[in-house]
């Protein structure tokens, strides 16, 4: 069992720079999540892929924010210009689910994001 | 609106001794209830979870949870912590097609040796 692996686990960037975070979920996983955490405060969900298909995305998610999943595999993250409200850790979740069935999901280290 | 709400945000407690932390959740529809535990340094694990029946849930090291359903409370225990239980514990809830968590902003239990 690998679980769920993020890469870089570390980003320091300047502001306006563009970023992008990949996340390799459990193997045949179909659902793979993103949220983001700050500090002191709970994971927030940010967007939700069943295989290739994103399904949805939440209002925290701006128009700078991107996020794929060809293939219904590995899936990305990208921010285009960031800002210093971006800085926090951008965690990855995936999980096997059925149509219409509660699932369970496993989480990657996340990734670390400073923007200077 | 959903949220899920803990009151307790630092909690410290010396070895041996009992552990409830408090979490209460507002949740239209069937929800689904989850424990989450950060060790320092690791990432989230899944405590224990609640989807249907015994509303008394187990999960791993000595874990326990209720469901209250008439509380909206899913309250976490413990009857003897120990050193090794020092983390930030993250209760979420979660319903509806995405299946998409909410969390509560997390408590930190440190254990004295």
């Known amino acids: 069992d690998t679980g769920v692996s993020q890469n870089p686990r570390h980003k320091i960037t300047k502001r306006g720079q563009n970023v992008t975070f990949r996340c390799d979920p459990i193997?045949?996983?179909?659902?793979l999540y993103w949220y983001r955490q700050t500090l002191g405060q709970g994971p927030e969900f940010l967007t939700y892929f069943q295989n290739e298909a994103q399904l949805e995305k939440s209002r925290l998610l701006s128009d700078r924010f991107s996020a794929e999943r060809p293939k219904g595999s590995f899936s990305t993250l990208e921010i285009q210009r960031t800002e210093q409200g971006d800085s926090a850790m951008y965690l990855c979740?995936?999980?096997?689910?059925?149509?219409?069935?509660?699932?369970?999901?496993?989480f990657g280290p996340g990734t670390r994001l400073t923007v200077l | 609106a959903q949220s899920v709400s803990q009151h307790n945000h630092h909690v410290i407690l010396s070895e041996a001794a009992s552990l409830e932390l408090g979490c209460n959740y507002s949740y239209g529809g069937t929800v689904n209830l989850f424990w989450y535990v950060q060790y320092p340094g690791q990432h989230l694990q899944l405590l224990l979870k609640?989807?249907?029946?015994?509303?008394l849930v187990k999960g791993i090291k000595g874990f326990e949870a209720e469901f209250i359903k008439s509380k909206f409370s899913f309250n976490l225990r413990k009857p003897s912590v120990q050193w090794s239980d020092t983390a930030e514990y993250f209760c979420?809830?979660?319903?509806?097609?995405?299946?998409?968590?909410?969390f509560g902003t997390g408590t930190l239990l440190a254990v004295q040796p």
């Open positions: 979420a809830a979660a319903g509806g097609a995405t299946n998409k968590l909410i």
């Open positions: 609640y989807f249907s029946g015994d509303p």
């Open positions: 193997s045949e996983h179909n659902r």
């Open positions: 979740a995936s999980s096997f689910g059925l149509a219409g069935t509660t699932d369970t999901q496993y």
